[in-house]
């Protein structure tokens, strides 16, 4: 992986990545590590997340946490607080999606998906928000998706989920300045195993090409979006829904 520093600001930052086990939360905790930071990754699947820990000893620590229990995000700062003293930045990014017609959704299904992908946001932001305000500074970054911006087929949960997380960052920003800032991620095909269990190669290379920069991001792209924003290179950007798409939405 080539790439610079954007700045000294991220040395020694506290960092909590959800969903930090793989793809995307995985390369932002690698790139953040790469920059000084000190990383705790928040995953519910335990046999993956003692795999990047094995494979991966710049990441600092480990917590198993399903984001969409409140207790056990409570819990998880806690053991954070232990650790690390507390958390500067956090990048709550942890998501599922399940391809499926609108017609079929069942409430099992919709609470699911809405349980990880907007409640576990919401638990994790504000258990890293109380502790930033008290300490007077912090960064809160979250992935949300194109799919938060604009319709698409086959995710109405899954959709409405990523712009419930687009507008919930909007108001924490305005709530929260001066002292956090607070932003989303809207990553368009990121080729992760997310993008892998549901696309058939034929689909994939149906979707690449629709899109202008004619390929998916590689998880390491999203990944620089992330620590530009965390780093005080985008320390005057608060409030925004970023999208990194490759001129999917131009
Ligand atoms: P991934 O499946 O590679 O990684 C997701 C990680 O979150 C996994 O390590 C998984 O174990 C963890 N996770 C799932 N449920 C959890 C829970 N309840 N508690 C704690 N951890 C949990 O997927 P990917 O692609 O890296 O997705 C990361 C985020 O990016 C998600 O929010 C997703 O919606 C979003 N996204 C992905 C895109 C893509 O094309 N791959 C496009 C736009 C957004």
Redo the contacts with the bound molecule.
Sequence with gaps: MGFGRYSDSLQNRRVVV??????????TSLRLAAEGSIVAV????EE??KKTLEEHSEIKYGIL?????SDEVKDAFKEVDEVMGGVDILIS?????IRNKFIDITPEQWKKVM???LD?IFYTAQEAAKRMLIQGSGVILM?????GLTGHPYYAD?NAS?AGVNLLAKTMALELAPTIRVNTV??????????I?EYSPEMLEQVNENIPLKR??T?EE?AGVYAFLASDEGVYITGQNIPVDGGELA
Aim: glycine share 16%; net charge negative; with cysteine.
């Design positions: 959800t969903g930090g086990a793989s793809g995307i939360g995985l390369a928040f995953d519910n699947n993956q997340l946490v399903d984001v969409s229990n990014n942890a998501g599922i999606s349980g990880i992908n576990g992935t949300a998706s194109t799919n899954y990523k809207c990553p368009g095909y990121v080729l992760t195993a997310m993008q269990a998916h991001a998880p999203i």
